[in-house]
């Protein structure tokens, strides 16, 4: 069983940055793929990035490129996000997955079999 803990989320302005944090705990780190989720009020939970258990390939949606960035430290358990010019569209909860099966897709929930409880990220004036 793994175990995932999300931080680092709160109130920034538009332009503003934020950096996420998971850590994880119980199974093998470096055999999961790791994801970013994220969920805004009323909408359903969309595909934000990921990083393959290595660190070498990352994955991102399209409306995040080029301003957030997805890192992972084996050594540490812990991945983590670095989310620049934050708009108030990237407004959400963001949650922390993993999967073990390196072949099912990464923007997909379903491929993801742990969660963390989400970390609240709000982008306003």
């Known amino acids: 069983q793994v175990h995932l803990v999300e931080s680092g989320g709160g109130l920034v302005q538009p332009g503003g940055s934020l950096r996420l944090s998971c850590a994880a705990s119980?199974?093998?780190?470096?055999?999961?793929?790791m994801g970013w989720f994220r969920q805004a009020p009323g909408k359903e939970r969309e595909f934000v990035a990921a990083?393959?258990?290595?660190?070498?390939?990352?994955y991102y949606a399209d409306s995040v490129k080029r301003r957030f960035t997805m890192s992972r430290d084996n050594a540490e358990n812990t991945v983590h996000l670095q989310m620049n010019n934050l708009k108030p569209e990237d407004t959400a909860v963001y949650y922390c997955?993993?999967?073990?099966?390196?072949?099912?897709?990464?923007?997909?929930?379903?491929?993801?079999?742990?969660w963390g409880q989400g970390t609240q990220v709000t982008v306003s004036s």
């Open positions: 997955a993993s999967k073990r099966d390196p072949y099912s897709s990464e923007s997909f929930y379903s491929s993801y079999e742990y």
């Open positions: 119980g199974g093998i780190f470096s055999d999961h793929t």
């Open positions: 990083i393959n258990w290595s660190g070498g390939r990352s």
